[in-house]
């Protein structure tokens, strides 16, 4: 079967484009400047021309911090562009897995992840973005729609707070690093190998649609997080401090706990992402890798 890619040229985008092509699928890969979501008429030519029967939408408007006070180009990508591609699946019978994020909930703390069904309550801009998206593929596409939320991504391709540690071991002495957010790392190549199940199975079986949560099993902190990649790199952890996010004020606030459960991947028959220390562990060789052929500018 064919797929198609949006945001094909992000983290996440790039991960799943070659997952599917690692598996021997027919797919085609487009970046925003060959598909803008938010453009229905770009939507429709895009599906004309390429006659998909599966869609991953990676297309995402993340700039959490300025979407609070850009919300109407957040939404036009994230909610518009989502509706658009859900309604052009309907029309054609397509099938859709469509990325969502964590920020879909209020991240009140908390001592027990989140359940697929728990109420979304979004305190930012971006959040209610995403929302708005997610509801809109729900809408559409009852029985042919799948929403992935994810969080607290990095990957080999792209900035991430993972490549950003790695990158300030090498210049500084020390590091403070916000230890009271709690999520779930998650490396992005785990993601994608998810969307390609997920995709597989919901173009055969209706049952698998709905809402999905991806990311690395178990919890952690930033700060906890940092001395992981600092041990793994082979540099002294405490060398990592712990500080709180009143050190790093931001326009939209971060939540404080956002762990997410993984049961609707067991009662579908598919494996959850493994837990976050284990990917790490076979992540950062390839990230190091790829930071050494293509540097970044200094942090």
Not at 128 to 145: C, I, S
Not at 192 to 217: I, K, N, P
Not at 271 to 295: C, G, K, N, Q, V
Request: charged fraction near 25%; charge should be positive.
């Amino acid at each position: 079967m064919r797929w198609l890619v949006t945001g094909a040229a992000g983290m996440l985008g790039r991960d799943t484009v070659g997952e599917l092509r690692g598996r021997g699928a027919d797919v085609i890969g487009l970046a925003r400047a060959a598909l803008d979501v938010g453009e229905p008429g770009a939507v429709r030519r895009a599906f004309a021309r390429y006659r998909p029967e599966v869609v991953v939408n990676c297309a995402a408007y993340t700039a959490v911090d300025d979407a609070e006070t850009d919300e109407a180009s957040a939404l036009r990508i994230n909610g518009d562009g989502a509706r658009n591609l859900a309604r052009a699946c309907a029309e054609h019978g397509v099938r859709l897995v469509h990325v969502s994020t964590d920020y879909v909930f209020d991240g009140a703390a908390r001592t027990t992840p989140y359940p697929e069904d728990h109420p979304p309550a979004p305190r930012t801009a971006y959040g209610r973005t995403k929302l708005a998206g997610e509801r809109a593929v729900l809408e559409e596409l009852p029985g042919a729609g799948a929403v992935v939320r994810t969080a607290w991504l990095y990957g080999v391709h792209g900035r991430s707070f993972v490549r950003t540690m790695l990158e300030l071991e090498a210049r500084r002495d020390t590091l403070d690093v916000v230890a009271d957010q709690r999520g779930q790392p998650t490396w992005s190549a785990d993601v994608a190998a998810r969307l390609a199940d997920l995709g597989t199975r919901l173009r055969r079986d209706e049952q698998a649609h709905g809402v999905f949560h991806a990311t690395g099993s178990g919890e952690a902190s930033w700060y906890e997080l940092a001395r992981e990649v600092f041990l793994l790199a082979g540099a002294d952890p405490d060398r990592v401090r712990p500080t709180s996010s009143a050190a790093f004020p931001r326009p939209a606030p971060r939540p404080a706990y956002s762990a997410l459960g993984h049961e609707r991947w067991r009662e579908t028959g598919l494996a959850p992402p493994r837990h976050w220390r284990s990917a790490l562990r076979e992540a950062l060789p390839r990230i190091r890798e790829e930071m050494a052929r293509r540097p970044t500018r200094p942090c």
